[in-house]
């Protein structure tokens, strides 16, 4: 069967959520499209289109020791000096960029820093570009904190996944009443 013949005598609706429109000048004798009301429609849509989900999508990143922020980012060469040898308490938070929940809880984290920086220090560590120390402390999910003390691991304060500001404040709390009374 033809389209031009299945077309002729019919309604054609055109649904709104079309991303682009053609005007055909005739399909067949005694078909057409008005031009006014097709164009009208046309720059409607055009002008109410969104831009594609993948062209308004941004690729978040996990900025460590950003303007104003506490906290450093270490590797594994800098793991010893930094953390084990430390005479302060060190929060060590292992982190991935591709990690949502370590995104959520960035802010969160900048904030322990400021607030406890007279008690505490604290550390991010690429979780895909320090394997060794991912191995070496069984980290298995992100985001995952973890207090060391005296070159050790404070027992009990590792925490994995994303928390809310106020549990991480209680956690924190916590943690460094535990270590002050040990």
Not at 78 to 98: C, I, K, M, T, Y
Request: glycine residues 6%.
């Amino acid at each position: 069967m033809d389209a031009a013949k299945l077309l002729s005598g019919s309604t054609v609706v055109f649904p709104l959520s079309l991303p682009t429109v053609r005007t055909v000048a005739s399909l067949s004798p005694g078909f057409s499209v008005k031009s006014s009301k097709m164009s009208s429609f046309r720059s409607k849509t055009l002008t109410n289109r969104k831009p594609a989900a993948s062209a308004t999508r941004r690729r978040l990143a996990i900025k460590c020791g950003a303007v104003g922020g506490g906290i450093a980012e270490i590797d594994e060469s800098q793991f010893a000096d930094l953390v084990l040898r430390s005479e302060r308490p060190v929060l060590v938070e292992f982190v991935a960029n591709w990690c949502g929940p370590c995104r959520l809880i960035s802010p969160a984290m900048e904030w322990v820093a400021q607030e406890y920086k007279d008690r505490l220090t604290v550390v991010k560590i690429d979780h895909d570009a320090n394997p060794k120390l991912i191995e070496q402390y069984k980290v298995y999910g992100l985001p995952a904190l973890i207090l060391f003390k005296d070159g050790k691991e404070v027992p009990e304060s590792r925490k994995e996944g994303a928390i809310t500001k106020a549990k991480l404040k209680e956690h924190v709390d916590a943690l460094l009443d535990s270590i002050a009374v040990a």
